[in-house]
């Protein structure tokens, strides 16, 4: 492939065969470490891996492709080789030099491409010197006479590019020096020191102190001196360009001399003192700290010896520390008390503790830099079983701080209690050997569609993409105002809320998840970020960008944004914007365009949330509202035009804390939890990759009559019907 620089890349490899490839990407041998991966699964033992560039750069050329281990040996992809063409770049620039007044000199430059070939222009100044040349280029100069700047420019079929500029300085006589000094005085001789002055752009060749002695550096001895005399000294340098000016003069007088009890250099100093005292107390020290290590040693199993009896030899008694049992590794006993988190926190924590015997492990959903998610069978009272997903942190990372930052995420979902926002199932805690900590585990409902975002992007670029009708995706939005609408009202900011933070059940409803870096507001309305952390730069408020100040304004932001992810279908907002510039971007008063399939009213609506001033952002509460008008207007439009859209819905009793039924009839239902989503311990967005379950492909239609349709593409059918049935709060 040949793109062109700053354009995005989509590469993409599928495995099938396997039950849950662990597929890599590649590139030039090394492990792609990278947050714009996506892995979904088409149907039984056939995935597929997606590796997103957003903007390439002449960095990411080179050779791609991915692999996967089943247990026995690699299996590798096709190769791609990328190419990133772009205007040219500069491989060797030209330097800054210093040269005698008038003396010829040399500047060298090279540019390369791709696209070839290149083609080098020389500046001086603001003169263009000669005409075109190929790259590399060598420009010789006679000579200047005052200080000039060359630069070089580079074109090829792409463009042009500016090298930095070159300046040339000319060198001049050296300064005179300063600080002049007698270090050591005797009867017969002394010693002189100095401190150069500028070296006038040219290095110093030599220094004579007057009386003619020619010599390097900055100290000089003196000879043949008469002590009955006094001494004058002065020095110049001289560098390329000739002798520089002498320095003041220095003189010692002979009644000086005569006066001293001895030589500067013969008093006592306080350094050496000092210097020995640090060795002997650093010397100390380290016996006490070897002996300290040997006791321990001798000691670690038990104290082998008693007093000393009265007969002068010791009593050999030995008394164990701790038993050993040397047939199989000793367990740390999993408790809460054993992880080494705060007393407030075990103490939220104590009663929806799981033994680990109560679940079983299952496949793989999801993996992330910090942690993993899998599936689960967790054992109910009656003794049947219940699908769950539990998410674990990796065990080489694990430490206390650790641990910490990732039950607080359970311990504030133990709060929650409400359709649309994730429901804690438990906590466990998987022991371990050799004396590790255990390692934490979060029990979840099982997610049937994953996330909200993977879901969405199947939908538009899957292998198989499907249509989601408007009045879905707006389904999808109700259902996170609502979450939020109980969320603010218990006085909790989410701080991380997005399309990849929602999860779907298997009725299709949207659940606010993974609350890694929510906060409870128990006095004012914001919270203040007191550190600086990784943090969702693209869903930030104006104000927390700048201040690190989260509110539930700030929330309703994030809210705008991921209503562009629903009614974009997945893709990224400010595509080909760093996440450095986001911020002038939004002060210049920019924000997300309309997507195209946007209708102005739900378009404005998110607008709304965009307000630099977060008073003027609606509550979720009105967003909730105006929503729901919207989806009671698309519901009735779509029953008057299409004969076949029904809603097959009971009407139920609206939960507590939001304003009852959708327009339209649609009912509200159960549903809550969080099977696939990934949080870093720090509490930072992490690098999970997005897991959708089987499903998504249309059945053959012979296969259709044959057997009855699965329960995934069933519910394809409804979406694309506009038909299935959703839940309002």
Known sequence: MTVSQGLPVRLNCTVEGLDSPDIHWMKDGAVIETLDEVFIQLDDRHWVSFLSLKSVERSDAGHYWCQTYDGRETEMSQQVWLTVEGVPFFTVEPKDLAVP??????????????????????????????????????????????????????????????????????????AAPFNVTVTKLSSSNASVAWMPGADGRALIQSCTVQEELMVEGTRANLTSWDPQKDLIARVCASNAIGY????????????DHAGRQGPPHSRTSWVPVVLGVLTALVTAAALALILLRKRRKETRFGQAFDSVVAGGEPAIHFRAARSFNRERPERIEATLDSLGISDELKDRLEDVLIPEQQFTLGRMLGKGEFGSVREAQLKQEDGSFVKVAVKMLKADIIASSDIEEFLKEAACMKEFDHPHVAKLVGVSLRSRAKGRLPIPMVIL???????????????????????????????FMVDIACGMEYLSSRNFIHRDLAARNCMLAEDMTVCVADFGLSRKIYSGDYYRQGCASKLPVKWLALES??????????????????????????????AGIENAEIYNYLIGG???????????????????????????????????????????HLSVLSTSQDPLYINIGRAQEPAEGC????????????GAGDGSGMRAAEGTPSDYRY???????????????????????????LLQQGLLPHSSC
């Not at 320095?247 to 010692?252: D, I």
Request: hydrophobic share 35%; aromatic share 10%.
């Open 101 to 174: 007044p008038n003396a010829s000199f040399q500047l060298f430059c090279e540019a390369v491409g791709p696209p070839e070939p290149v083609t080098i222009f020389w500046w001086r100044e603001h003169t263009k010197v000669g005409g075109p040349v190929p790259s590399p280029s060598i420009l010789n100069v006679t000579g200047v006479t005052q200080s000039t700047e060359f630069s070089c420019e580079a074109r090829n079929i792409k463009g042009l590019a500016f090298s930095r500029p070159a300046t040339i300085f000319i060198q001049a006589l050296p």
């Open 244 to 255: 520089g000016p002498w320095s003041r003069s220095l003189v010692v007088s002979s009644r």
């Open 445 to 475: 409902p099982f997610m049937k569609h994953g996330d909200l975002h993977a879901f969405l992007l199947a939908s538009r670029v899957g292998e198989n993409p499907f249509n989601l009708p408007l009045q879905t995706l707006i389904r």
């Open 545 to 574: 960008l700048a201040d690190n100040l989260y509110t539930v304004y700030s929330d309703v932001w994030a809210f705008g944004v991921t209503m562009w992810e629903i009614m974009t279908r997945g893709q990224t907002p400010y």
């Open 590 to 632: 920019n924000r997300l365009k309309q997507p195209p399939e946007c209708t102005e009213d739900v378009y404005e609506l998110m607008y709304q949330c965009w307000s630099a001033d977060p008073k003027q952002r609606p509550s979720f509460t009105c967003l909730r509202m105006e929503l729901e008008t919207i989806l009671g």
């Open 659 to 670: 304003s009852g039924e959708l327009p339209g009839g649609d009912q509200p239902s159960g």
């Open 691 to 717: 897991i959708l379950s089987p499903g998504g492909l249309a059945e053959p239609s012979g296969q259709a009559e044959q057997q009855p349709e699965s329960p995934v593409n069933e519910a394809q059918r």
